[in-house]
């Protein structure tokens, strides 16, 4: 689908996700994740994206396929180094509330890719195996 670039669409596209997700049987938890790493990642694509312009478009794409979940984000932005991107996890960040998104995309989630879009842009490619059980706390551990 196509969004324009508000954020009151997240919610709207948060709903459609947990209707994807409903035959899946997930537990709460594992559902809140998943919809949190969604928020995140149009929220960027809206805001540090496409600059909140509603000219811009958000194009999302999200698909179960055999339990496993593969989101996909585009914006119309200038697209952005993902290796730049400050770790929130140094001392320096600890007790900044912002720029934790992409980090806790990747907590969650199997895979998170950022590929620059042709014709400009950024790509984000979310995955999760809804099958693995993989949940957060086990993460690392
Ligand atoms: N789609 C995007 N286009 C351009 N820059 C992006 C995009 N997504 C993320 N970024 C950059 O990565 C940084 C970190 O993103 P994030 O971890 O979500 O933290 P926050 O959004 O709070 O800054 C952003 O501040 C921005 O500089
Ligand atoms: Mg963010």
């Known amino acids: 689908m196509s969004l324009s670039s508000r954020f009151e669409n997240i919610e709207m596209a948060q709903h459609l996700c947990g209707k994807l997700l409903d035959p899946e ?3 709460d938890e594992t559902r809140h994740w998943i919809l949190m790493a969604l928020r995140e990642a149009l929220a960027n694509a809206i805001k540090h994206g496409n600059g909140q312009d509603r000219a811009k478009r958000v194009h999302l794409e999200m698909d179960v396929t055999a339990r496993i979940l593969r989101i996909h984000v585009r914006d119309e932005g200038e697209g952005f180094d993902p290796e730049k991107v400050e770790d929130p996890l140094a ?12 980090f806790y995309m990747k ?3 199997d895979e998170v890719r950022f590929q620059r879009a042709e014709g400009g842009g950024m ?16 993460k690392g551990s």
């Open 91 to 102: 001392p320096e960040n600890r007790f900044k509330t912002s720029g934790r998104g992409i």
């Open 25 to 27: 049987n997930l537990s």
């Open 123 to 138: 790509e984000l490619f979310l995955t999760k195996n809804l099958a693995g059980g993989k949940e957060k706390e086990e």
């Open 107 to 109: 907590t969650f989630m």
